[in-house]
Protein backbone atom coordinates (compact mmCIF):
# COMPACT_ATOMS: atom_id res chain seq x y z
CA UNK A 1 0.00 0.00 0.00
CA UNK A 2 1.64 3.67 -1.12
CA UNK A 3 0.50 6.49 0.65
CA UNK A 4 -0.21 9.46 -1.43
CA UNK A 5 1.18 12.26 0.04
CA UNK A 6 1.71 16.29 -0.93
CA UNK A 7 3.76 18.64 0.68
CA UNK A 8 3.09 22.68 0.97
CA UNK A 9 5.34 24.94 1.77
CA UNK A 10 6.74 28.15 0.13
CA UNK A 11 10.23 27.71 0.59
CA UNK A 12 11.74 25.34 -2.31
CA UNK A 13 14.52 24.03 0.46
CA UNK A 14 12.30 22.98 2.58
CA UNK A 15 9.92 21.02 0.25
CA UNK A 16 13.40 19.38 -0.90
CA UNK A 17 14.58 18.87 2.67
CA UNK A 18 11.27 17.17 3.35
CA UNK A 19 11.13 15.18 0.13
CA UNK A 20 15.02 13.77 1.01
CA UNK A 21 13.82 12.53 4.44
CA UNK A 22 10.75 11.03 3.51
CA UNK A 23 13.06 8.33 0.89
CA UNK A 24 13.16 6.11 4.47
CA UNK A 25 9.62 6.29 4.20
CA UNK A 26 8.88 3.64 1.79
CA UNK A 27 5.26 3.68 1.23
CA UNK A 28 5.31 7.63 0.77
CA UNK A 29 4.77 8.48 -2.82
CA UNK A 30 4.96 12.34 -2.86
CA UNK A 31 2.02 13.23 -5.98
CA UNK A 32 3.03 16.50 -5.78
CA UNK A 33 4.69 19.87 -4.03
CA UNK A 34 2.46 23.68 -3.31
CA UNK A 35 3.87 26.97 -2.35
CA UNK A 36 1.27 28.40 -2.00
CA UNK A 37 -2.85 27.77 0.14
CA UNK A 38 -4.34 28.33 -3.59
CA UNK A 39 -1.76 25.42 -4.89
CA UNK A 40 -2.83 23.65 -1.92
CA UNK A 41 -6.42 23.62 -2.79
CA UNK A 42 -5.82 23.14 -6.25
CA UNK A 43 -3.47 19.52 -5.74
CA UNK A 44 -6.07 18.05 -2.51
CA UNK A 45 -8.62 18.51 -5.25
CA UNK A 46 -6.69 16.99 -8.25
CA UNK A 47 -4.99 14.13 -6.23
CA UNK A 48 -7.10 13.25 -3.17
CA UNK A 49 -4.05 12.97 -1.11
CA UNK A 50 -4.12 10.51 2.30
CA UNK A 51 -1.50 12.25 3.91
CA UNK A 52 -0.19 16.78 3.63
CA UNK A 53 2.83 17.86 4.88
CA UNK A 54 1.71 21.70 5.68
CA UNK A 55 3.85 24.46 6.52
CA UNK A 56 2.36 26.88 9.33
CA UNK A 57 3.37 30.00 7.18
CA UNK A 58 1.79 30.01 3.90
CA UNK A 59 1.41 33.60 1.71
CA UNK A 60 -1.96 35.29 1.77
CA UNK A 61 -3.31 32.67 4.38
CA UNK A 62 -1.97 30.49 7.09
CA UNK A 63 -1.86 26.72 7.72
CA UNK A 64 -4.34 26.55 10.10
CA UNK A 65 -6.59 28.37 8.17
CA UNK A 66 -6.00 26.27 5.13
CA UNK A 67 -7.06 23.66 7.04
CA UNK A 68 -10.36 25.51 8.44
CA UNK A 69 -11.18 26.16 4.95
CA UNK A 70 -10.48 22.25 3.59
CA UNK A 71 -12.66 21.01 6.14
CA UNK A 72 -15.64 23.06 5.06
CA UNK A 73 -15.71 21.69 1.78
CA UNK A 74 -18.22 19.38 0.90
CA UNK A 75 -16.16 18.24 -1.90
CA UNK A 76 -13.21 17.53 -0.62
CA UNK A 77 -11.95 14.66 1.49
CA UNK A 78 -9.65 16.16 4.24
CA UNK A 79 -6.32 14.12 4.35
CA UNK A 80 -4.44 13.76 7.96
CA UNK A 81 -2.31 16.63 8.04
CA UNK A 82 0.90 16.84 9.82
CA UNK A 83 2.23 20.38 10.27
CA UNK A 84 5.40 22.05 9.73
CA UNK A 85 6.63 24.80 11.46
CA UNK A 86 9.66 26.75 13.31
CA UNK A 87 6.96 28.52 15.38
CA UNK A 88 5.73 26.70 18.92
CA UNK A 89 2.65 28.92 19.96
CA UNK A 90 0.40 27.83 16.73
CA UNK A 91 0.48 24.16 17.83
CA UNK A 92 -2.56 24.46 20.54
CA UNK A 93 -5.04 25.31 17.24
CA UNK A 94 -3.40 22.81 15.49
CA UNK A 95 -4.98 19.97 17.48
CA UNK A 96 -7.98 22.13 18.64
CA UNK A 97 -8.15 21.53 14.07
CA UNK A 98 -7.43 18.03 13.99
CA UNK A 99 -3.84 17.69 13.04
CA UNK A 100 -2.38 14.39 12.77
CA UNK A 101 0.91 15.90 14.53
CA UNK A 102 2.96 19.36 14.56
CA UNK A 103 6.82 19.11 14.00
CA UNK A 104 8.85 22.01 14.44
CA UNK A 105 11.93 22.77 12.23
CA UNK A 106 14.36 21.33 12.21
CA UNK A 107 12.94 17.86 13.09
CA UNK A 108 15.05 14.94 12.76
CA UNK A 109 14.48 11.76 10.45
CA UNK A 110 13.42 10.11 13.65
CA UNK A 111 10.94 12.77 14.59
CA UNK A 112 9.76 12.82 11.22
CA UNK A 113 9.55 8.78 11.06
CA UNK A 114 6.77 9.24 14.42
CA UNK A 115 4.64 11.18 12.61
CA UNK A 116 4.38 9.36 9.62
CA UNK A 117 3.81 6.52 12.40
CA UNK A 118 0.60 8.20 13.63
CA UNK A 119 -0.66 9.08 10.17
CA UNK A 120 -0.08 5.88 8.88
CA UNK A 121 -1.68 4.36 11.93
CA UNK A 122 -4.96 6.80 11.59
CA UNK A 123 -5.13 5.90 7.29
CA UNK A 124 -4.55 2.09 7.25
CA UNK A 125 -7.28 1.88 10.43
CA UNK A 126 -9.42 4.42 8.87
CA UNK A 127 -10.21 6.54 11.78
CA UNK A 128 -10.19 10.44 11.11
CA UNK A 129 -8.93 12.19 14.32
CA UNK A 130 -12.42 13.99 14.46
CA UNK A 131 -13.89 10.59 13.85
CA UNK A 132 -11.75 9.57 17.48
CA UNK A 133 -13.19 12.74 19.03
CA UNK A 134 -16.77 12.28 18.22
CA UNK A 135 -16.22 8.64 20.04
CA UNK A 136 -14.92 10.44 23.12
CA UNK A 137 -17.85 12.76 23.03
CA UNK A 138 -20.42 10.08 22.55
CA UNK A 139 -19.37 8.48 25.73
CA UNK A 140 -19.28 11.62 27.39
CA UNK A 141 -22.19 13.88 26.41
CA UNK A 142 -20.71 17.26 25.19
CA UNK A 143 -18.27 16.98 28.11
CA UNK A 144 -14.13 17.04 26.94
CA UNK A 145 -12.42 13.56 27.58
CA UNK A 146 -8.92 15.49 27.96
CA UNK A 147 -7.37 18.99 27.91
CA UNK A 148 -4.78 20.31 25.69
CA UNK A 149 -2.49 23.11 26.89
CA UNK A 150 1.19 23.86 26.68
CA UNK A 151 3.27 23.40 30.49
CA UNK A 152 7.14 24.18 30.93
CA UNK A 153 8.00 23.49 27.12
CA UNK A 154 5.51 20.75 26.90
CA UNK A 155 2.41 19.93 25.11
CA UNK A 156 0.36 18.27 27.42
CA UNK A 157 -2.91 16.18 26.43
CA UNK A 158 -4.27 15.48 29.83
CA UNK A 159 -6.86 12.98 30.23
CA UNK A 160 -9.53 14.38 32.47
CA UNK A 161 -9.77 11.26 34.47
CA UNK A 162 -5.94 12.42 35.64
CA UNK A 163 -7.12 15.25 37.53
CA UNK A 164 -8.27 14.84 41.34
CA UNK A 165 -8.85 18.88 42.13
CA UNK A 166 -9.15 22.11 40.36
CA UNK A 167 -8.44 25.52 42.26
CA UNK A 168 -8.57 28.90 41.03
CA UNK A 169 -5.76 31.53 41.43
CA UNK A 170 -6.82 35.01 40.24
CA UNK A 171 -6.51 35.06 36.59
CA UNK A 172 -5.58 31.15 36.35
CA UNK A 173 -6.63 27.80 37.40
CA UNK A 174 -4.29 25.39 38.89
CA UNK A 175 -4.96 21.78 37.54
CA UNK A 176 -3.97 19.03 39.97
CA UNK A 177 -2.99 15.49 39.46
CA UNK A 178 -1.43 12.67 41.67
CA UNK A 179 2.36 13.89 41.19
CA UNK A 180 1.99 17.31 38.95
CA UNK A 181 0.09 20.66 38.99
CA UNK A 182 -0.14 22.72 35.94
CA UNK A 183 -1.22 26.19 35.95
CA UNK A 184 -4.17 27.39 32.84
CA UNK A 185 -5.00 30.44 32.12
CA UNK A 186 -8.72 29.76 32.02
CA UNK A 187 -11.79 30.56 34.33
CA UNK A 188 -13.40 28.31 36.32
CA UNK A 189 -16.81 28.45 35.13
CA UNK A 190 -15.72 28.04 31.76
CA UNK A 191 -13.27 24.51 32.86
CA UNK A 192 -16.53 23.46 34.80
CA UNK A 193 -18.69 23.43 31.61
CA UNK A 194 -16.25 21.78 29.56
CA UNK A 195 -16.32 19.05 32.86
CA UNK A 196 -18.89 16.30 32.77
CA UNK A 197 -20.52 17.14 36.27
CA UNK A 198 -21.25 13.22 37.22
CA UNK A 199 -17.19 13.46 37.25
CA UNK A 200 -16.74 16.49 38.84
CA UNK A 201 -18.32 18.45 41.43
CA UNK A 202 -17.42 22.45 42.47
CA UNK A 203 -17.52 22.39 46.01
CA UNK A 204 -16.70 25.86 46.45
CA UNK A 205 -16.18 29.17 43.83
CA UNK A 206 -12.20 28.15 43.79
CA UNK A 207 -12.37 24.53 43.75
CA UNK A 208 -13.88 21.76 41.74
CA UNK A 209 -13.50 17.94 43.04
CA UNK A 210 -12.88 14.86 40.73
CA UNK A 211 -15.67 12.28 42.60
CA UNK A 212 -13.51 9.33 42.10
CA UNK A 213 -10.91 11.00 44.65
CA UNK A 214 -13.25 12.07 46.95
CA UNK A 215 -13.05 9.72 50.23
CA UNK A 216 -15.91 11.78 52.58
CA UNK A 217 -17.48 14.55 53.23
CA UNK A 218 -17.75 15.81 56.74
CA UNK A 219 -18.88 18.50 58.96
CA UNK A 220 -16.77 20.14 60.85
CA UNK A 221 -17.17 22.79 63.48
CA UNK A 222 -19.34 25.58 63.33
CA UNK A 223 -21.07 23.58 60.76
CA UNK A 224 -18.71 23.91 58.30
CA UNK A 225 -18.02 20.94 55.30
CA UNK A 226 -14.56 19.97 54.17
CA UNK A 227 -14.34 17.38 51.22
CA UNK A 228 -11.86 15.09 51.99
CA UNK A 229 -9.46 12.78 49.19
CA UNK A 230 -8.42 9.93 48.83
CA UNK A 231 -4.41 10.85 49.36
CA UNK A 232 -5.93 13.10 52.58
CA UNK A 233 -6.00 16.38 50.94
CA UNK A 234 -8.66 18.51 52.42
CA UNK A 235 -10.90 20.97 50.89
CA UNK A 236 -13.27 23.23 51.99
CA UNK A 237 -16.29 23.05 51.01
CA UNK A 238 -18.97 26.40 51.12
CA UNK A 239 -22.16 26.59 51.98
CA UNK A 240 -23.76 28.34 48.65
CA UNK A 241 -22.48 24.75 46.95
CA UNK A 242 -23.56 22.35 49.94
CA UNK A 243 -26.94 21.76 47.78
CA UNK A 244 -24.85 20.02 45.30
CA UNK A 245 -24.24 17.01 47.36
CA UNK A 246 -28.13 16.59 47.94
CA UNK A 247 -28.36 16.54 44.43
CA UNK A 248 -25.46 14.32 43.56
CA UNK A 249 -27.14 11.30 46.01
CA UNK A 250 -30.45 12.12 44.70
CA UNK A 251 -29.13 10.57 41.16
CA UNK A 252 -27.55 7.90 42.60
Known amino acids: MTIQTLIADDELLARQKLRQLLRGETDIEIAGEA ?15 QLLFLDVRMPGMDGLDVIAELSMRSNIKLPRIILTTAYDHYALRAFELNATDYLLK ?12 RARDQIVGGERPSDRNHSEQSKTGSYTGRIIFKSRGRILFLPVSDIRWISA ?14 LLRET ?24 RYVKEVRSESRGDFMVHLVNGQKLAMSRSYRARIGDLLSRT
Open 35 to 49: SSAREVYELVQETAP
Open 106 to 117: PFTAERLHSAVE
Open 169 to 182: EENYVRICTGTETH
Open 188 to 211: MTSLEQRLDPKLFLRVHRSAIVNL
